[in-house]
């Protein structure tokens, strides 16, 4: 085996770990996000439980973003690729968020962030299989 095929390997142990756990994490979030929020806001900020819900599945997706971008992308030398991801996301998803923060108020923010992220979760999918030959260990 070569050293590519290696990391490869724990790349993708790394990776299917990062999701099973994290999606376990964020369904526990979701399933008593009621809970989170009687035990740290109290009775008064029962209308953010919807809100936590939403924004639940975060977990997974700035966990797997973390893992494609900061643990395979940046030390494979795609840091100039990873950046333009982060810079292409932001300069959609602000205006984005923006719009639904007007109509939608707090649902509108929670909508947009998870938006946002999903888009940034595309992207680097597609950064990583548009160039996974050219990845230099």
Do not use: H, W
């Not at 009775?43 to 953010?48: D, G, M, R």
Request: proline share 2%; net charge positive; aromatic share 14%.
């Amino acid at each position: 085996k070569t050293s590519f095929e290696d990391a490869m390997k724990g790349f993708s142990i790394l990776l299917k770990f990062t999701i099973i756990s994290s999606s376990l994490l964020s369904i526990l979030v979701f399933l008593f996000s009621g809970k989170i929020i009687n035990l740290f806001g109290g009775v008064n900020f029962q209308e953010a439980e919807i809100i936590l819900k939403i924004l639940s599945p975060l977990i997974t997706l700035v966990s797997v973003s973390n893992v494609i971008g900061g643990q395979f992308l940046i030390p494979c030398g795609q840091y100039d690729s990873y950046s333009r991801v982060m810079i292409y996301s932001a300069v959609i998803s602000t205006p984005l968020i923006s719009i639904f923060i007007f109509y939608f108020n707090s649902m509108g923010a929670a909508f947009g962030i998870m938006c946002a992220e999903i888009l940034v979760l595309v992207m680097l999918f597609l950064l990583l299989k548009n160039n996974k030959r050219s990845y230099v260990l």
